[in-house]
């Protein structure tokens, strides 16, 4: 049984930074590509950004290139979404996600793609 918890949300200023940590327990954590998604009340879940189980692959939402980057700490099981120059349209319950992968380069964007999720954490950014 894989788990996920995430950590790191909270109330930030328009500008501000966030770090996001989403640690994986249960299985390998190498062989998982991960994804991060966000959701507010009223709207599906969005994807934000997705990493490789190698971590050379990334891949971002269009509203938050430049500004997010989704990074994994094999050694600890853990992968990262650091958040800068937040505005108030990211508000949202952050989730990461996890899937097993066959191949080192492969990224996955929608939700139905992953197998395990985490609890979500509340990141709000006020104006």
């Known amino acids: 049984q894989v788990q996920l918890a995430e950590s790191g949300g909270g109330l930030v200023q328009a500008g501000g930074s966030l770090r996001l940590a989403c640690v994986v327990s249960?299985?390998?954590?190498?062989?998982?590509?991960m994804g991060w998604f966000r959701q507010v009340p009223g709207k599906e879940r969005e994807f934000v950004a997705a990493?490789?189980?190698?971590?050379?692959?990334?891949h971002y939402v269009g509203s938050v290139k430049g500004r997010f980057t989704i990074s994994r700490d094999n050694a600890k099981n853990t992968v990262f979404l650091q958040m800068n120059s937040l505005k108030p349209e990211d508000t949202a319950v952050y989730y990461c996600?996890?899937?097993?992968?066959?191949?080192?380069?492969?990224?996955?964007?929608?939700?139905?793609?992953?197998?395990?999720w985490g609890q979500g954490t509340q990141v709000t950014v006020s104006s």
């Open positions: 996600a996890a899937v097993a992968a066959a191949l080192n380069f492969i990224v996955k964007f929608t939700p139905g793609d992953y197998e395990y």
């Open positions: 249960g299985q390998t954590f190498s062989r998982y590509a």
């Open positions: 990493l490789s189980r190698s971590g050379a692959i990334t």
